[in-house]
């Protein structure tokens, strides 16, 4: 969970690629820059890296874009370091502009607070959401690539099943799961599980408002709770009319948006992906989310799609070593020196393939 001092600052327009100055060194702009969100759409912030122009003056270039979503209990800033270094590495690879669109899921961040996004608050719902996202920012194209971490790893999976139902707009060609498992979770919750559901039990606990973030870090600290999960959490408070703290989360949304991830398989569509798209699975290896089942499905799928084929895309396997669950504040240069190959093979026009490291 990586911990982040930067504040939103909420812009009444978003970043136009027109406006964005091009030089030959790479540069991103240090302020995200956020949505506006209208009834029934999910904020957003934006990171921007420039490249060096290759085309006449007189030419905008054509930005390439990363779709991110964050894991439960969590927002898009969470995410932001890591969106800056991948979009900046991208862009001096690609040569070509790159930007991030760091989502709030619903009932996270700020999206927690926008309305007309009724429940049920499931993967399917939290999924389409984003689908709606993408039509209305993309305009009937796809990112380039889409990446999930935890629970917005298995929300991408469900991005993918509905952007492959008829009538769509079309696929991203890379897909990124970071350190979620794909296959269902069912019977006896294993530790991870049983952890994430002590966590959300504490906080459905704590009475908000709250005076300070010292109160929560207090009763925190008297569950046993670690200061980095203390100061994690806190940085999802936020000040309500009174000047008093509160979550900017839905706590009862986000539970039953855990409840409904560990439903939800996603075996058939790891072993089967749409045309001219690439699931990239990762394991953090220090992580304890995993299990043999489901390493022997990703190892099946990986198998099932090794050999090209015109009516499916494929599906890649990848260890991040020296990082636990919280793959992009444990060891984030090995993260996007892993990812940053397949961002530059979807910004090539061509179909999956490619170098990226892969079992």
């Not at 690539?145 to 492959?164: D, F, M």
């Not at 000047?243 to 855990?258: C, D, I, K, P, S």
């Not at 494929?314 to 990812?339: C, F, I, Q, S």
């Amino acid at each position: 969970m990586a911990l982040s001092g930067a504040r939103y600052k909420l812009i009444s327009r978003i970043c136009n690629p027109a406006l964005l100055n091009y030089h030959a060194n790479t540069i991103y702009h240090a302020n995200m820059m956020h949505s506006q969100a209208a009834e029934g759409q999910l904020f957003f912030g934006e990171v921007h890296a420039a490249a060096a122009a290759t085309m006449s003056p007189a030419t905008t270039p054509k930005i390439r874009t990363a779709v991110v979503l964050h894991g439960l209990l969590g927002s898009g800033r969470n995410l932001r370091s890591l969106a800056q270094d991948l979009c900046r590495q991208a862009a001096a690879a690609t040569g070509q502009p790159w930007r991030a669109l760091l989502v709030d899921l619903r009932c996270h961040g700020r999206s927690a607070s926008a309305a007309g996004l009724p429940p049920p608050n499931d993967l399917e719902s939290t999924a389409l959401d984003v689908v709606r996202l993408l039509q209305r920012q993309l305009e009937g194209s796809a990112p380039e690539a889409l990446i999930g971490h935890s629970l917005g790893g298995k929300t991408a999976l469900e991005v993918v099943r509905q952007l492959a139902l008829p009538g769509q707009t079309p696929q991203p060609k890379a897909v990124w799961v970071l350190d979620a498992r794909p296959t269902a979770m069912l019977g006896n919750p294993d530790g991870a599980t049983r952890d994430v559901q002590h966590v959300l039990e504490s906080v459905r606990g704590i009475q908000v408002p709250l005076a300070s973030r010292e109160e929560l870090y207090r009763l925190l600290g008297e569950q046993g709770f670690s200061k980095s999960l203390q100061q994690w959490l806190g940085s999802s408070l936020v000040r309500d009319g009174d000047g008093r703290l509160t979550w900017q989360f839905n706590v009862e949304g986000a539970a039953a948006m855990f409840a409904d991830y560990l439903e939800q398989d996603y075996s058939a569509l790891i072993e089967s992906p749409p045309p001219n798209t690439t699931l990239n699975i990762l394991r953090a290896m220090r992580s304890d989310r995993w299990d043999p089942d489901t390493l022997a499905a990703v190892h099946a799928a990986v198998s099932a799609t090794k050999q090209p084929a015109a009516v499916r895309g494929r599906t890649r396997y990848h260890e991040l070593p020296d990082a636990g669950h919280w793959v992009h504040a444990d060891n984030p240069k090995g993260l996007v020196k892993l990812m940053l190959p397949s961002l530059a093979e979807a910004a090539s026009d061509e179909g999956p393939g490619g170098t990226a490291a892969a079992s």
